[in-house]
């Protein structure tokens, strides 16, 4: 079954956890699975993941310059997710450009840069409180701090009512998280759990 799954949410939501565990449940039954992220590991995603070090990495001129390196390095996730289609693969995705709509300014020209990437088929949102976030961050980055992570984790439930994103409580326990995931996914395979 060809299926785009994006999981989103602030850093420390349990993402990519989430992703090896959906990446092995779906394998188990049958499907064929990429695993993609982003920023990708492409000379765009390794200058984007340097740059996400700086200190100036939340100023605005700073954000736009990272707004549109992320929409150059999407073009490269085309291309994957493309040929991943083609060969009847599940794409699970650890963020899409739903993350710079929120994490970026100005959600009208993030959309506008970023009109050819492809919209995922379900979008599930991790929720998490910003300081159980900020306790799991290793704090690399200079998005993860309170501030910042309550702005956005703001943006992403409004963004998650507007475009209809399921929400899963990344407050539970792992398995919890897992099991909720596998209930919003296994219908579209066709699958009761």
């Given at each position: 079954?060809?299926?785009?799954i994006c999981l989103e949410g602030i850093d420390g939501s349990g993402k990519s956890t989430?992703?090896?565990?959906?990446?092995?449940?779906?394998?188990?039954?049958?499907?064929?699975?990429?695993?993609?992220?982003?920023?990708?590991?492409?000379?765009?995603?390794?200058?984007?993941?340097?740059?996400?070090?700086?200190?100036?990495?939340?100023?605005?001129?700073?954000?736009?310059?990272?707004?549109?390196?992320?929409?150059?390095?999407?073009?490269?996730?085309?291309?994957?997710?493309?040929?991943?289609?083609?060969?009847?693969?599940?794409?699970?995705?650890?963020?899409?450009?739903?993350?710079?709509?929120?994490?970026?300014?100005?959600?009208?020209?993030?959309?506008?840069?970023?009109?050819?990437?492809?919209?995922?088929?379900?979008?599930?949102?991790?929720?998490?409180?910003?300081?159980?976030?900020?306790?799991?961050?290793?704090?690399?980055?200079?998005?993860?701090?309170?501030?910042?992570?309550?702005?956005?984790?703001?943006?992403?439930?409004?963004?998650?009512?507007?475009?209809?994103?399921?929400?899963?409580?990344?407050?539970?326990?792992?398995?919890?998280?897992?099991?909720?995931?596998?209930?919003?996914?296994?219908?579209?395979?066709?699958?009761?759990?």
């Amino acid at each position: 079954m060809i299926m785009y799954i994006c999981l989103e949410g602030i850093d420390g939501s349990g993402k990519s956890t989430q992703i090896a565990l959906i990446r092995e449940w779906l394998t188990t039954i049958g499907q064929k699975v990429l695993k993609i992220r982003e920023p990708t590991e492409s000379d765009i995603g390794m200058l984007i993941r340097k740059m996400l070090q700086s200190s100036r990495a939340t100023e605005e001129n700073f954000q736009n310059t990272l707004a549109l390196l992320f929409a150059a390095d999407r073009t490269v996730l085309m291309e994957e997710i493309g040929k991943a289609e083609s060969d009847g693969k599940v794409v699970i995705s650890d963020r899409c450009f739903y993350s710079s709509i929120v994490y970026q300014n100005d959600g009208k020209w993030i959309s506008k840069i970023n009109k050819h990437a492809k919209k995922p088929d379900i979008t599930i949102l991790l929720d998490l409180d910003v300081e159980t976030a900020l306790k799991r961050c290793e704090g690399k980055d200079q998005f993860e701090n309170q501030y910042f992570l309550e702005n956005v984790r703001k943006k992403y439930l409004e963004l998650a009512e507007k475009e209809d994103f399921y929400v899963v409580n990344a407050n539970n326990g792992l398995n919890k998280i897992h099991h909720d995931i596998k209930r919003i996914i296994s219908p579209k395979f066709g699958i009761c759990i």
